[in-house]
């Protein structure tokens, strides 16, 4: 399973589907029509993010069920906490978040009528230094009844930045710069800002809580008792469907919400909607589906393409979601001290064979990535070196560190082994890579233990839902290094938290995902000039610099893109992939199935 990279744009994670060359498709997979971001060479303006292309079908058919499977069960309802990917897919049905994105990378209204830009308007210079963002709110209530007000939108951004908060995922990014949120009359929510800030467009509502929902638990509390999954239907929604029950590791059960569907004039296309459980077994799940269990079985990739070959209706697309180690500094400085992390890193970098994983344990079905981890069809890509797969190199940088062959056969220093955790979830592909980095590594003289583990809650579980020692569990630390997947953001801002040191969530009140504990000044200083502009070159600039110290310190190992799959039932209609963490279900309510 990936985690994902928490975007500070209200529509989410973004990643992108269909750009350049597609690999060979396989028998009997059809790819997503998605289209692509176009590409923008350096001192060109991006291309306009309004304007989407997307008409849905009209709804031919309603009521039943619809059953999405899932491989791997949920740890949350709560956005804010949540740090996998399955919790997003979750609280898709359930939450409208001031602005959405469409399947073709076009930003769109959702809970606001427009989409606040410079160009349009709805962004104001303030003093040529701060700036006031507007949003205009559609009419609808909350499904309990309780008009959706500014109100609302005021009430989440202090809630988000109360002193009792623990484990935003996010922080408070963003949200300390606020100043206040003017009610201005007629669903008119002006936003004032204190300075610049690159990723304003949803931030402080991404999406909206409710005012009279959220006073209701204390916030110290929040991280249990707020949309807990012990009583979903205790919680306040917006979104076209919302839950009703949940069994633990089984099943999450959603109803139509009565308040959505008057508002859009129609009755739902679906009398109810099912979130069908498989843990850690996807191959399970698939076999599921083939004997009519869900309509769409979700969070499929490449590694699953060659077993479902000959079948109809899978939809694959490509997408930033990369396959990476991450590499965690602090465990490495407290076993083999500070000076030490550097050349360890490089070394493992150097003698990763990139090609033989692809190969070997993903069949040929992507292709090795370089030492970016940003895709080339980002407006702030930036060519950096390519990846050097070079074990005699990564010999000599620990022979020069002081590291030597022990009796066993592997590196010492100081009287203790280069040894190394490596941490993952338990899908075969992943395993079967481990197993191939074992041996890689055993070659230079590493000692690495290839350890899978559940992916909730042990890899992906939140500070707060797992014991502090949790074997593996990625925000405590408890690895050296971990193979996993980030969905990577479209806008520049959405891993800010991921590799500046604030985002490291060691102190309270434990917020962020920088879970290799990265802290280099210089890094910092890049994205401080990135999340602090407007002005599109020097955000480009400053992404520049970050992604020159990311492949010199090795913070990451990329290893390759993601194709995202899924098994869709023919009867299906408006199913549409959509390459952020929204995927097909971004539309939901458009989604309907002929009798």
């Known amino acids: 399973m990936s985690k994902r990279l928490v975007a500070l744009f209200g529509a989410g994670v973004i990643v992108l589907a269909a750009c350049g060359a597609q690999a060979t ?20 303006e991006p291309p306009d993010l309004e304007g989407t292309t997307y008409k849905a079908e009209e709804v031919g058919n309603r009521g039943g069920t619809l059953v999405l499977a899932e491989w791997q069960t949920i740890t949350t309802l709560n956005y804010y906490y949540n740090q996998a990917f399955t919790d997003s897919e979750a609280l898709y049905p359930a939450f409208l978040n001031l602005v959405d994105t469409s399947f073709d990378l076009k930003y769109v209204p959702e809970l606001s009528k427009n989409v606040p830009l410079i160009t349009n308007g709805g962004v104001t210079i303030v003093d040529g230094t701060k700036m006031d963002v507007e949003y205009n709110l559609i009419d609808i209530n909350w499904s309990d009844g309780t008009p959706i007000t500014c109100a609302d939108l005021e009430a989440t951004w202090k809630w988000n930045m109360d002193p009792a908060q623990v484990g935003l995922t996010a922080g408070t990014v963003g949200f300390e710069d606020i100043e206040s949120i003017e009610d201005a009359g007629n669903g008119k929510c002006i936003v004032h800002f204190s300075k610049f800030f690159a990723g304003y467009i949803g931030l402080p509502g991404t999406p909206l809580f409710p005012k009279h929902y959220l006073e209701t638990v204390p916030v110290a509390e929040a991280s249990s008792k707020l949309y807990p999954l ?52 996807p191959d399970g799940m698939i076999a599921g589906y083939d004997q009519g269990e869900s309509d769409i079985a979700m969070n499929l990739n490449h590694g699953d393409l060659p077993k479902l070959e000959g079948k109809q209706t899978v939809l694959e697309e490509d997408t930033f979601t990369y ?93 203790k082994t280069l040894e190394l955790l490596y941490c993952t979830s338990t899908r075969p592909y992943r395993i079967d890579a481990l197993n191939l980095v074992a041996a890689q590594m055993a070659k230079i003289g590493i000692k690495v233990n290839p350890t899978p583990v559940p992916a909730q809650p042990n890899l992906f579980g939140e500070w707060d839902a797992v014991a502090d020692d949790t074997p593996c569990n990625l ?49 910092d200083a890049a994205w401080d000039e990135v999340i602090s502009n407007i002005d599109l070159i020097k955000i480009r600039d400053a992404m520049y610099v970050v992604q020159d110290v990311y492949s010199s310190n090795v913070i990451e190992i990329p290893l390759f893109y993601w194709k995202n799959v899924y098994l869709v039932n023919p009867k299906l209609h408006n199913v549409t992939g959509n390459p952020t963490t929204a995927t097909v279900l971004w539309n939901i309510d458009d989604i309907w199935r002929d009798p």
């Open 25 to 44: 498709p396989t028998p009997g997979v059809t790819p997503a029509v998605t289209p692509g971001l176009p590409t923008v060479t350096p001192g060109e």
């Open 230 to 281: 012990a009583d979903v239907a205790s919680g306040v929604y917006s979104g076209p469907y919302i839950p009703t029950e949940y069994v633990a590791g089984a099943q999450l059960t959603y109803g139509p919400n009565p308040e959505f569907w008057a508002f859009k004039g129609s009755a739902a296309p679906f009398d109810e909607v099912i979130f069908k459980y498989y843990p850690d077994n």
């Open 323 to 415: 396959e990476q180690h991450s590499i965690n500094n602090k465990s490495l400085a407290e076993k083999y001290g500070e000076a030490d992390v550097l050349p360890i890193k490089q070394a493992l970098a150097l003698a990763t064979d990139k090609q033989e994983i692809t190969t070997k344990a993903l069949g040929g079905t992507v292709q090795p990535m370089g030492t970016n981890n940003i895709s080339p069809f980002a407006w702030y890509f930036k060519e950096t070196p390519a990846s050097e797969y070079d074990p005699d190199k990564a010999e000599q940088l620990l022979t020069d560190a002081g590291w030597a062959i022990g009796p066993d056969g592997f590196l010492q220093k100081n009287g």
């Open 475 to 523: 925000i405590h630390g408890n690895y050296d290094v971990g193979m996993f997947a980030w969905v990577a953001p479209l806008d520049p801002t959405g891993s800010y938290n991921v590799y500046h040191s604030r985002g490291i969530p060691d102190d309270p009140p434990h917020s962020g995902q920088n879970n290799t504990r990265t802290n280099i000044p210089e890094l």
